[in-house]
């Protein structure tokens, strides 16, 4: 007689945790990319009028 094991956790129910988390890291380092283009475009502005 032999015994059927299953794998501890399966890919269908893990993928959509990750995908969330990868979504999310994604849409985070969009935000601090477009955060340092706007900072670095009004840096002179900044510096000037608020002493940034």
Do not use: C, D
Request: proline share 8%.
């Amino acid at each position: 007689m032999t015994v059927q094991t299953l794998p501890p956790a399966s890919p269908t129910t893990a993928a959509p945790a990750s995908m969330i988390k990868r979504v999310g890291l994604a849409a985070y380092r969009l935000l601090e990319r477009m955060t340092e283009s706007a900072y670095r475009k009004h840096r002179a502005y900044l510096l000037t009028r608020y002493g940034i």
